[in-house]
């Protein structure tokens, strides 16, 4: 009985996965018409793979429209720190849906540049001991990685790790 399970668990992943990827191909095809120059600048981030790219690419949106990584965390609608300014309970339904997003997609993306990169940890621990306290440093944590994302697609440039790293 179990065996059955196994294989009919495995045959609907794979059915899945097909579809999954054919998705993911169309939306990436669907960018790179959309915006070619900001979702490459995207995918030079460290982490920052395919699917993060597009999340955060259709999640900011237009990110000329922001004038610094502040106003982006800022802005109800749009924002990973908007639930600042909005608390859940009052926030309109897709305000909660794109911090949610941009949450996951800028979290993923600082545990993956952070992973093996010891120069980007002794970074993260900098900004810890700037803070008073250990929390502190983690609510500035979404912003450094709101700050990778946002200043590379707004000035149309690739990463440059050692510019960040400079704080």
């Known amino acids: 009985m179990s065996n059955t399970t196994s294989i009919l668990d495995l045959a609907i992943i794979e059915c899945y996965h097909r579809e999954l990827s054919k998705l993911e191909e169309h939306l990436e095809r669907q960018a790179k018409q959309h915006d070619p120059a900001s979702l490459s600048v995207l995918r030079t981030i460290p982490g920052v793979g395919r699917i993060l790219a597009l999340t955060m690419l259709y999640e900011i949106g237009d990110i000329q429209r922001f004038e610094t990584v502040q106003k982006l965390l800022l802005t109800?609608?749009?924002?990973?720190?908007?639930?600042?300014?909005?608390?859940?309970?009052?926030?309109?339904?897709?305000?909660?849906?794109?911090?949610?997003?941009?949450?996951?997609?800028?979290?993923?993306?600082?545990?993956?540049?952070?992973?093996?990169n010891d120069?980007?940890?002794?970074?993260?621990?900098?900004l810890a001991e700037t803070h008073e306290q250990t929390q502190g440093a983690v609510r500035a944590g979404p912003q450094a990685g709101a700050g990778l994302p946002t200043s590379c697609s707004k000035h149309q440039r690739v990463f440059d790790e050692q510019r960040f790293l400079k704080g």
């Open 119 to 126: 120069k980007a940890q002794r970074y993260l621990q900098k």
């Open 76 to 116: 109800p609608g749009s924002s990973v720190l908007s639930r600042v300014c909005w608390p859940k309970s009052t926030a309109p339904r897709a305000t909660r849906s794109v911090i949610a997003h941009l949450k996951w997609a800028f979290s993923e993306a600082a545990v993956l540049y952070l992973r093996g």
